[in-house]
T-cell receptor
Framework: GAVVSQHPSWVICKSGTSVKIECRSLDFQATTMFWYRQFPKQSLMLMATSNEGSKATYEQGVEKDKFLINHASLTLSTLTVTSAHPEDSSFYIC???????????????FGPGTRLTVL | GQNIDQPTEMTATEGAIVQINCTYQTSGFNGLFWYQQHAGEAPTFLSYNVLDGLEEKGRFSSFLSRSKGYSYLLLKELQMKDSASYLCAVVNNNDMRFGAGTRLTVKP
């Protein structure tokens, strides 16, 4: 149980275009979803936290107008990188926590990640 | 502020035991996680400690001392596939912060 999927697993786009990444909890209700970014050989950096039906809470230094997050249902959150630039190239990982086995859990289950390359 | 410290790199021999330490200073505490991350992949959940003591799960064990702000991950009977980064993460309310990770290399 507690499986999280992400789509696409990798994407290459031109500078200036927008890219949407989907994160789905397949077998549990994700009341909270998290979006992380990870540069090579560095740890995960939290970008934003989103609760179902609410606006996302962004970490300091993360532009909310550039990284649009939508968490419209208990199983789906999306991250849209708008007007992407080469410096946005990174590994984007979502995680989800919520109702698993009928009880809430703090454990975050990670999606497989999306590798974004902006040319 | 929050500080989570782990060694950057460790090396161990196949079949041996290795202990990866994590110390933290946070304004609040609701639990500590250990995750394993292989290069190019997302982290996978290993353990969760919220009370003091040792949690054993197969070859992996995790220990927590809240009064000392200290945890360790113990890996026994090391295998080559255990070569990975190990991330310590502390939860404060619904906010989880990761340490920089410890890159473990297992040698034959």
């Amino acid at each position: 149980g507690a499986v999280v999927s992400q789509h696409p697993s990798w994407v290459i786009c031109k500078s200036g275009t927008s890219v949407k990444i989907e994160c789905r909890s397949l077998d549990f209700q994700a009341t909270t979803m998290f979006w992380y970014r990870q540069f090579p050989k560095q740890s995960l950096m939290l970008m934003a936290t989103s609760n179902e039906g609410s606006k996302a809470t962004y970490e300091q230094g993360v532009e909310k107008d550039k990284f649009l997050i939508n968490h419209a249902s208990l199983t789906l959150s999306t991250l849209t990188v708008t007007s992407a630039h080469p410096e946005d190239s990174s590994f984007y990982i979502c995680s989800a926590s919520g109702l698993a086995g009928g009880r809430t859990t703090d454990t975050q289950y990670f999606g497989p990640g999306t590798r974004l390359t902006v040319l | 502020g929050q500080n989570i410290d782990q060694p950057t790199e460790m090396t161990a021999t196949e079949g041996a035991i290795v202990q990866i330490n994590c110390t933290y200073q946070t304004s609040g505490f609701n639990g500590l996680f250990w995750y394993q991350q292989h290069a190019g992949e997302a982290p996978t959940f290993l353990s969760y400690n919220v009370l003091d003591g040792l949690e054993e799960k197969g070859r992996f064990s995790s220990f927590l001392s809240r009064s000392k702000g200290y945890s360790y991950l113990l890996l026994k009977e090391l295998q080559m596939k255990d070569s990975a980064s190990y991330l310590c993460a502390v939860v404060n309310n619904n906010d989880m912060r990761f340490g920089a990770g410890t890159r473990l290399t297992v040698k034959p």
